[in-house]
């Protein structure tokens, strides 16, 4: 297969992953803002976002994190040089393994939920009913991991035979049931966290079972099989544990954002949540729909030992992370607060509300190319095998952020949680750079900075107009049709100036791409 039909193979696995989550965004926006209009950023919203962070995170680092990263190019290096049998016995080793592991956790979960809480929400304990309602939640939702955990593992391996579709569709699942939990059974409640908690469980059952089909129509048969003394097994294993802190950093980072928040006004920590949502957006678009789909090809290249093919991949997926991410920086930085109104002020979320979570989506959104790109380059590290050296990185990034981030709360509050996060997203891209040249050699970089300067370009050309037109709509005194007509419009405008300086400013790049999409195998 030539580069450039490997090239319109990422692609449209990109866009396999990338529709179902539109879709699902839209979804997930409908279920926050259902979040927003019976809790607000008050008791009951906070407790919720702290409770589903424990087992989210567990779940991030534990199965769409460190296992799909170790997972993946073992099982596709298996999958390439021995028969199916194989394939499949190693398969069946790694679903009960995992099932038994994480079952433990969850047990372990809802035993010391109080200490947990304790340590992921330090400033709960004071607020009367807070703390207990936290505890509760979490108690509630911690089973999530164990679903969730073998719905991740059914995930990797339909995407190891670039079946991408399926299992990006399963958030739309999960969305629905909260959605529908929420709707049914909140007035059920005196207090409404516990409709979105029950929500949670069921989406996660649905998330797991819905994939089974599919793989049985691969071949695969569930037959039970637990062993820790296979070789790849015991291979996926020491990958995993490193990777664990290595590929969850950003969540890690995330869940002390918010324990830091707890200590700050009420609301805070719930505006991390709907500004983190808003940002995720664009990360679950494209950036993480790119790094799913690069990770099966990077590691087919690597299994092949195709090092300039790999070095050509990189370059080509971080032009695409440019041309997506640095313009939706300058939108998000420019709309935030029209953003946050049109998406979630009404009923309990307030103007305060909306003040404290655009704050933190401005913060935030600087880091948004930065993370972005990480994602990638975790991605080339892993399908090298490599899962120390992001360790590594991972654990100098923890401590710049946590460093910054008790200097920049105090005068930016929320805010300044937010920036020390994006700061610390830039640190941690510049050392996977460096310690990735080490490792396989020079990456052509020439080509990337023409490009990005071209972008950054369009970008500010983009970020002018936005700016002028925001100047002459008083969205704050708008009605809410009004508001949304007036954002969809401009959002659309500024797209349309994007992409047409883009045509003018970097037309080969822009046009290569375009025609690699189009080109037939």
């Known amino acids: 297969m030539s580069s450039e039909q490997k090239y319109k193979r990422l692609l449209k696995s990109t866009v396999s992953v990338s529709l179902p989550t539109i879709f699902s965004r839209v979804l997930g926006f409908f279920r926050d803002i259902l979040l927003g209009y019976f809790m607000g950023t008050g008791t009951g919203a906070d407790a919720f976002t702290i409770a589903f962070v424990i087992p989210n995170l567990l779940r991030r680092l534990t199965a769409e994190g460190a296992l799909t990263a170790a997972f993946i190019p073992v099982f596709t290096e298996i999958k390439v040089n021995e028969k199916k049998k194989r394939v499949i016995d190693f398969a069946n080793a790694v679903f009960y393994n995992l099932g038994l592991v994480v079952l433990i956790i969850a047990i372990l979960g809802i035993i010391f939920a109080p200490y947990l809480v304790k340590v992921i929400a330090i400033g709960y304990k004071e607020i009367p009913g807070k703390w207990e309602l936290t505890i509760n939640l979490t108690r509630i939702m911690f089973p999530y991991i164990f679903l969730i955990s073998l719905a991740a593992l059914c995930s990797a391996i339909l995407n190891s035979y670039f079946k991408f579709f399926i299992p990006a569709s399963t958030p739309i699942l999960f969305n629905i049931a909260i959605i529908l939990s929420a709707w049914f059974f909140t007035s059920k409640f005196t207090e409404p966290a516990y409709a979105f908690a029950i929500g949670v469980i069921i989406g996660g059952f649905f998330q797991f079972f819905v994939q089974i089909p599919f793989l049985l129509n691969l071949g695969f048969n569930f037959k039970p099989r637990i062993t820790f003394k296979d070789e790849a097994v015991r291979k996926v294993g020491k990958l995993m544990v490193p990777g664990i802190f290595g590929f969850g950093i950003f969540q890690i980072n995330l869940a002390l954002s918010r324990a830091l928040a707890s200590l700050l006004e009420e609301g805070s920590v719930s505006a991390l949540y709907y500004a983190t949502r808003v940002r995720e957006l664009t990360l679950g678009l494209f950036s993480i729909a790119l790094s799913i789909a690069l990770l099966p090809t990077l590691s087919e290249q690597a299994a092949q030992r195709k090092m300039p093919e790999m070095k050509k991949t990189l370059i080509f997926s971080l032009k695409l992370i440019v041309l997506i991410t640095l313009p939706s920086l300058t939108g998000l930085l420019l709309l935030s607060k029209p953003i946050i109104q049109v998406l979630f002020e009404r009923g309990a979320f307030v103007e305060h509300s909306t003040n404290l979570t655009s704050t933190a989506l401005v913060f ?122 007036y954002l969809f419009v401009l959002i659309f405008l500024s797209i349309a100036l994007y992409f047409s300086s883009s045509l003018l400013i970097n037309r080969n790049e822009l046009i290569s791409i375009i025609n690699i999409f189009k080109k037939r195998k």
């Not at 750079?433 to 490792?439: P, S």
């Open 364 to 485: 935030f959104s600087i880091g948004l190319p930065f993370i972005s790109g990480s994602k990638i380059l975790n991605t080339v590290y892993y399908s090298l095998k490599d899962t120390k050296t992001p360790v590594i990185i991972a654990a100098i990034t923890m401590v710049f952020y946590l460093s910054l981030s008790f200097i920049l709360m105090k005068p930016l509050k929320v805010g300044g949680i937010a920036l020390a996060l994006s700061l610390a997203e830039a640190v941690g891209l510049f050392l996977l750079w460096i310690f990735l040249e080490r490792k396989i050699g020079g990456i052509p970089k020439r080509e990337l900075f023409i490009f990005s300067f071209k972008v950054i370009t369009c970008s500010i050309l983009m970020g002018i107009f936005i700016w002028i037109a925001s100047k002459e709509i008083s969205f704050s005194e708008l009605i809410f049709i009004k508001k949304l007509v």
